[in-house]
């Protein structure tokens, strides 16, 4: 299957997306949050969906949300892919680098990127996300895709003076409102044929930046559940993003380029979709 949430911000219902055309279940099921997860909903779903394949469709022009509400946590993994640790002269790691985004950093996958307040630093990150089906605690890598509810694209903004310059710990450059895109669907993992060897791109206003494929990732999914499973419980529903390859704005030579207001940014991933986020300055 293939999940979405779609409506005003905030009225988001659950939809899905069968032949490329969107339905609305929500008179299935109230929204894919931790308890839909937890209570199997993917399976109960499924069912419905065989049962009753009479739906409502939902025009192609409602915007669309994250098409998982609001989670736990985002649990991201830096410095993930070796080209993106050379391009930013940093070591490759021997373990996950660990860092946090705010959920409020959630939004739609075609929503506005709204640069933050005093920011002239905000770059872009083309990653694979996927999303934690069950509680997850101390979870053995071979049975780690078990506890994988599906996959999705994510943008993983960041803007590195905050990140970076200000002191303390990566996520203040990372939580920022908007700073999350997700989507434009949730695709289980049967729609997926290899997680490992997806291709996925990123540019900005027409030009090329990344361009790499998941085959390169240093930590892959199921170390990653058993890994961050040995730290802290994985609720349902929450949501890993794995890491960019290179081409971020930060590693451009001999001078960094950062987005400002106007700038059009489009990515996407082998199988997950495409999404494309406007850049806007902050307003009060």
Known sequence: MKLIRFGEIGKEKPGVLINEKRYDVSSIVSDFNESFFEENGLEKLQKALESNPALPEVDASVRLGSPVARPSKIICIGLNYVDHCKETNAPIPTEPIIFFKSTTSLCGPNDDVIIPKNSVKTDWEVELAFVVGKKASYVEEAEALD??????????????????????????????????????????????????????????????????????????????????????????????????????????KPDPIYLKAGDVVELGIEGLGTSKQTAAAYKK
């Open 147 to 252: 506890y994988v509810a599906g996959y999705a694209l994510l943008n993983d903004y960041s803007e590195r003076e905050f990140q970076i310059e200000r002191g303390g710990q990566w996520a203040k450059g990372k939580g920022c409102d908007t700073f999350a895109p997700l989507g434009p669907f949730l695709a289980t993992k049967d729609e997926v044929k290899d997680v490992d060897n997806l291709s996925m791109w990123l540019s900005v206003n027409g030009k090329k930046y990344q361009d790499s494929n998941t085959l390169n990732l240093v930590f892959k999914i199921p170390y990653l559940v058993h890994y961050l499973s040995q730290f802290m419980t994985l609720l349902p529903g929450d949501i890993i993003s794995t890491g960019t390859p290179p081409g971020v704005g930060l590693g451009i």
